[in-house]
């Protein structure tokens, strides 16, 4: 089974400067997608991010970027220039994309971000 | 908005009671899951749906069930309720079963079981 880690329980950034979440994850497949979920007050899933494993270039959203290293099974996720708006629990998670298993997403525990004004 | 809608939004019950929570897909999309978000176990998968019938199943309680309607909307089926199932409960859609396919997720049910 597949399983997600985030290290990060909490982290801390100053408006306008940058901040790296951490993800670590343990798998046998080879092909997978690997996302990073935002979750604010309303409790409301915003999907953030994907990276297809068989992609190497890291994938980008506008401020948000990952770094996918595939060997080391880690994906962080780079938040530049944050912004009030960003403070939210952060999730990390893991879907399979090999032929005959379950789409379902995977979880890590979250990594809740405060931005100081 | 997701486009998936999900109700009701809030639901307060006693333990040992039955609960039903109502999901309905973004227009078109034939796959449903079924997530719970709670203090104890994180967010953790507990059942898919697609086109009607069950596809995947998770850590889902035997208390636990649910089903797909043929207009493609789902309930989730609470039984004999303990205070440990208090969570909030997720609904997403998909257009079909395929790992590419983004899942949208409806703003959750949060049930308190006192």
């Known amino acids: 089974a597949q399983t997600v880690t985030q290290s990060q329980p909490e982290m801390s950034v100053q408006e306008a400067e940058t901040v790296t979440l951490s993800c670590t994850y343990d798998?046998?497949?080879?092909?997978?997608?690997l996302f990073w979920y935002k979750q604010p007050p309303s409790r409301q899933m915003i999907l953030v991010i994907r990276?297809?494993?068989?992609?190497?270039q890291n994938a980008t959203e506008n401020r948000f970027s990952v770094n996918f290293q595939k060997a080391a099974k880690s994906f962080s996720l780079k938040i530049s220039d944050s912004q009030l708006g960003d403070a939210a629990m952060y999730f990390c998670?893991?879907?399979?994309?090999?032929?005959?298993?379950?789409?379902?997403?995977?979880f890590g525990s979250g990594t809740q971000l405060t931005v100081l004004p | 908005d997701s486009g998936v809608t999900q109700t009701p939004k809030h639901l307060i019950t006693a333990t040992g009671q039955r609960v039903t929570l109502r999901c309905s897909p973004r227009?078109?999309?034939?796959?449903v899951y079924w997530y719970q978000q709670s203090l104890d176990q994180g967010l953790q998968f507990l059942i898919q749906?697609?086109?009607?019938?069950?596809?995947a199943k998770g850590n889902i309680l035997e208390r636990f069930s649910a089903q797909q309607f043929p207009d493609l909307h789902s309930e989730l089926n609470l039984s004999s309720l303990e205070l440990g199932d208090s969570a909030l409960y997720f609904c997403?859609?998909?257009?079909?079963?395929?790992?590419?396919?983004?899942?949208?997720f409806g703003p959750g049910t949060r049930l308190t079981v006192l």
């Open positions: 997403a859609s998909s257009v079909r079963d395929r790992a590419d396919n983004e899942q949208f």
């Open positions: 798998t046998s497949e080879s092909d997978y997608y």
């Open positions: 990276q297809e494993a068989y992609k190497q």
């Open positions: 998670a893991y879907r399979s994309s090999s032929s005959g298993s379950a789409r379902q997403l995977t």
């Open positions: 227009s078109g999309d034939l796959s």
């Open positions: 749906y697609y086109n009607g019938e069950e596809r």
